[in-house]
């Protein structure tokens, strides 16, 4: 079974936080066929934490589970922190296969992503 | 003439401004057709600042100046502190036309975008 976490810095604008859930609900639709549930997780100020939700995931019968930090920048949560979560999760999930993805400023197609709703003007 | 402006927080760590101005460079390259000049401005700790910038677009001969919050969440820097700065700014230069954009969590793109890369696990 595989497992998606959308893993966001979190916020104390609530606003904010549910910006992050909307893309959640948005992406499971969209990846039906390619993971069994989409959560999101918070790494700072906004619950569910990382780690819980990874735990959550495993309990939930979870044998993948893939990371997307949804990040523009590869600040110290993305560089360290998140690795280090995803150390120790590894530790208490030996049996679980997890995939780190790049975060969402590097990824391929978000230049052009940007540029189509830039050259709509 | 047209500029855009890539608008984002601005980092003490230089390597995550440097992303901005990367995605800068790629964005003026794809969009050459749609603006004349493409350059990035940050909210705080970096420099140029938006306003500067701004001037130094229309000093340059900006008609039209485009502002693309590169943010994810719609907190107070893109609720409040960008739409103050441009108000300043068609105070400024009543003869310019400025634009602003949906923020980047916001692009109708952006999770189809993201669902492509996760797709390719």
């Known amino acids: ?58 309990a939930a019968g979870a044998t993948q589970v893939t990371l997307f930090p949804y990040f523009l920048a590869a600040g110290s949560h993305v560089s360290q922190d998140l690795p280090e979560l995803l150390a120790q999760a590894e530790q208490r999930h030996p049996q679980v296969a997890f995939v780190s993805q790049a975060h969402l400023g590097k990824l391929p197609g978000l230049v052009e992503c940007i540029a189509q709703s830039l050259r709509a003007d």
């Open 1 to 58: 079974m595989k497992s998606l976490i959308i893993v966001a810095h979190g916020s104390r604008r609530e606003a904010s936080n549910q910006e992050v859930r909307a893309i959640t609900g948005e992406l499971q639709a969209t990846l039906l066929q390619n993971f069994d549930r989409v959560a999101c997780a918070f790494l700072e100020l906004t619950e569910p934490g990382v780690s819980a939700q990874i735990d959550a995931e495993v």
